[in-house]
Structure formats: C-alpha cells, structure tokens
C-alpha cells in the first residue's frame, strides 16, 4: 500500500508553514495597502463554468470529478469508448478550479448587485492542475489574485505593476515585469492573413523560452503556417533593443493595422507612468510573451526571477470579455496572480526568508509539578494578553528533555518556577543562547521582548 502524498503535491511542516504564512501575509499586507478586499470562492466548479476558457490545452488539465453514484447506470460507457470528451459530459458535472480568474468572473456576475463597481478583490486559495510535475510545476498550488473589475482605465494596470514591484521588494527578490499586449498579437496574426488562428499563434509563440524558436516553427507548420509565413514573423520574435527600439520597429509595420496602433499606444502609457514612478524594478516589452490563455484581450504581464532559473512567478493581463461569458458583458477587468510556491523555492534556494520565522513560542515554562504548572498557567496567561507567545510543558518529566524540546524548536527563553519564585511572585528566565539566568517580574520579562 502506498501512502505517499500524490505526486505534484506536497505535505508542508510547520517551519515550511511559517514561512508560506508569511510569503501570504506579504503580499496581502499590500493588496489592502492599496484598497483591495478579500473574497473566497469554492474550490469545485461546474464544468460548465471551466471548460472553454483556457483553451484546448488548459482544458485537458482540468482536473475532472466523476459523478456521485453510480454513473455507469445511465451512461452507456461503451458507446462514447472513442470520444472521451462526449464521454466526460456524461459521467462528470464538475471539476477542480484551474485558476482564481474564471471563478471570480462567475462571481461578479452572481453578485453583482452587491458589489461597487470598480471592484478590486485579493484572493488567495489553491488551485489544481492536471499537469506533469517537475521543478516549479505543481498539480496543486497556491495562487495570490488581485483584480480590479468594472474599469477600463490603464492607471489599473500600472496599480498592478506597483504592487508587483513593492511585493518583491519586501521579499528582497530581484525579478524582471515583462509585458505585452495581446492587441499586438492579434495585428501581427491580422498581418500575416492569419486573424483567424491568433490562438494558434500565442500557442505557439507563448513557449519559444521553453522550447526554443525552431520546435516553435515546427508547431506553427503543424497548423499549416506557410515558410513565406514563418519568415515575416521570425524577425518580429527575435527583435531586440530597448522598449523604444521595440516599439519605433512596430510602430512602421503597424501603419495599417489599427488594432496594432492602439496595443502600441496602451503600452507607451505604461512605460510613461512607470518612469514617473522611477521603479527599481526592471520592465521589459517582451514581444514573445503570449500567456496562451483565451480570456485576456490587453495587457499581459509575466514576472520572472533575475537570479533563479524558474518557471513565471506572476502571470495576468487585462480581459475585457470574461464576464459577458456568464451573462455579463461589457465589464473590463485586469488581474494578476501571485504563484506563492514558486516564490516559496526561490526565497528557499536564495536564503531569503527571515530567520526569526521558526521562532514561533517565546518562553517556554518548565513543567516542575501540579503547584507550580497551576502557578506558570496564570504568568502565561499574563504574558500571552501583551502579546508574547508561551507554552507549558505538559508533562512532569525530566528537565534535561524539556531543555532539549526548548532548543529543538528555538526557544530563546525558559522559565524556570519553584517556590522560591512563587513566594516572591518572580519567574527564573533562562536565556538559552547565553545560558544566563535572571530572577524578573512579570512587568520586568515583557521588557525583554
């Protein structure tokens, strides 16, 4: 019998919790800095409500729930056996969330007469997918949202950009922002002649720094992309220089193309606001970023670590069309996600987490009998209403083993009562990196802290 957790997730100990709580309570410190509210939505989804919204691909990464019951009585397995998407609408109704983005569209639409629009929400909740684990790819995952829905306004995108860069700061992580605009993805589809498979396109191009430009071409002639095709838009992927560089080029071989102008244009605006900022942060126009996912129809964000060789540590953009889906339309959104456990292994490779994190208790007390435990149950009550953690052994046991339990959890203090210090009202605090011993008041220990 195997007990291992499924492979592509993870049992976390309570170190490894201590520092995912505070990589969470990081970036939702500064979502509320900047007016976010939190919501939660349910970690099943009707199918309905999933499938046709990241594309064929994300579609198979769905992770699938069969139906309650006994499914095989209604369904005749053996008649859809050669079509297992037919056979999926039969024997499943619903699936676990791919990501926080589709959920949320379904539920501004459910509650939209509850809500003050621009709505800007931070969530932070697991998502899955069916996909093969490896370095920085997991099957289940956390992801840290913020969206701002109801405005179409590009100072939402720069809002965006700002908490990326104060995020990443506050971890000390050096990162690069790369952007693009799926505008300028549909006018270079619009300039080969190709406006119907800008899907296939973004597909394609979305995994050049995966699998280099060459298996690129290879796709793109899978889906009957012409050499004279491949040769236009081969100097568009490898285009390099500044921003300016970038977008001067573009600006030439958009001449015609409208919707390539006005990509142009929202990405000027972004530059212009980030340099009134003067950002720290690295913000690169890179043209070979796609995220191939269906919904976005703006600005498309992908944030990277300088100094890690891992996969995007946040991804999102702007999607104009999401809600009208559900029965809702003409409500513009932006959003971007925060992946907390590829943050978590960069910090872990880097050594960037604080060490103070694994110190969660601050005194220990020293079980030394009934009266005496009777008498630390009052101080650590005293203690904990002024905010210093402490914890009583439980059992009467030898003092070298709860010394040792103190050291094998970074207790910096034990205390240490007999009846001496009952008769005086005073603790014994016992520093456990100097070894010195001092006889306090419960007023004269707050002040150690």
Not at 48 to 63: H, I, N, P
Not at 120 to 133: C, F, L, N, S, T
Not at 234 to 251: F, Q
Request: a negative charge.
């Amino acid at each position: 019998m195997n007990y291992a957790a499924v492979k592509g997730t993870r049992d976390f100990l309570p170190d490894q919790m201590l520092k995912r709580n505070f990589i969470f309570d990081t970036i939702s410190h500064i979502y509320t800095l900047h007016g976010f509210l939190p919501i939660e939505t349910p970690a099943l989804e009707n199918l309905s409500t999933l499938m046709g919204k990241y594309g064929e691909e994300g579609d198979k990464l769905l992770f699938k729930i069969l139906n309650s019951g006994n499914f095989t009585e209604k369904t005749d397995i053996v008649a859809y056996k050669n079509d297992y998407k037919r056979l999926t609408t039969q024997i499943s109704e619903k699936g676990l969330r791919y990501d926080l983005t589709v959920p949320f569209a379904r539920f501004v639409v459910n509650h939209r007469n509850d809500l003050v629009f621009p709505f800007k929400r931070y969530q932070i909740q697991p998502v899955w997918r069916a996909d093969r684990p490896q370095k920085g790819r997991y099957r289940e995952f956390y992801q840290c949202d913020a969206d701002i829905i109801g405005s179409d306004s590009l100072l939402n995108e720069m809002e965006l950009l700002e908490i990326i860069t104060e995020v990443f700061n506050s971890f000390g992580l050096k990162v690069v922002i790369k952007i693009n605009n799926r505008k300028i993805l549909a006018a270079i589809a619009e300039m080969l002649g190709k406006n119907e498979q800008l899907l296939d396109i973004t597909t394609a191009i979305d995994k050049l720094d995966k699998i280099g430009l060459e298996n690129v071409i290879d796709e793109l002639k899978s889906k009957e992309f012409k050499d004279c095709e491949i040769d236009r838009l081969k100097p568009i992927l490898l285009l390099n220089g500044s921003n300016e560089n970038k977008i001067s080029v573009l600006h030439k071989l958009f001449n015609d193309i409208e919707i390539g102008k006005k990509g142009l244009e929202e990405l000027e605006k972004l530059f212009h606001f980030s340099a009134v900022l003067t950002s720290t942060t690295k913000i690169d126009f890179d043209l070979t970023l796609a995220r191939g996912l269906n919904y976005y129809t703006g600005t498309i964000i992908e944030v990277k670590s300088t100094d890690v060789a891992i996969g995007s540590l946040v991804g999102g953009g702007r999607y104009d069309n999401l809600t009208g889906i559900f029965g809702l339309p003409n409500v513009s959104g932006v959003g971007i996600s925060f992946g907390a456990d590829r943050i978590y292994d960069c910090l872990e490779q880097l050594n960037l987490f604080p060490s103070t994190l694994t110190q969660t208790t601050q005194i220990l007390f020293i079980n030394f009998g009934e009266k005496e435990v009777a008498y630390s149950l009052q101080l650590a009550n005293l203690l904990r209403k002024e905010g210093i953690s402490c914890e009583i052994y439980p059992d009467n046991i030898k003092l070298k083993k709860q010394m040792s339990y103190a050291n094998s959890h970074n207790i910096r203090y034990v205390a240490l009562i007999g009846e001496n210090e009952m008769r005086e009202q005073k603790i014994m605090i016992k520093d456990m990196q100097s070894g010195e011993q001092q006889l306090l008041t419960v007023n004269e220990v707050k002040n150690i802290f």
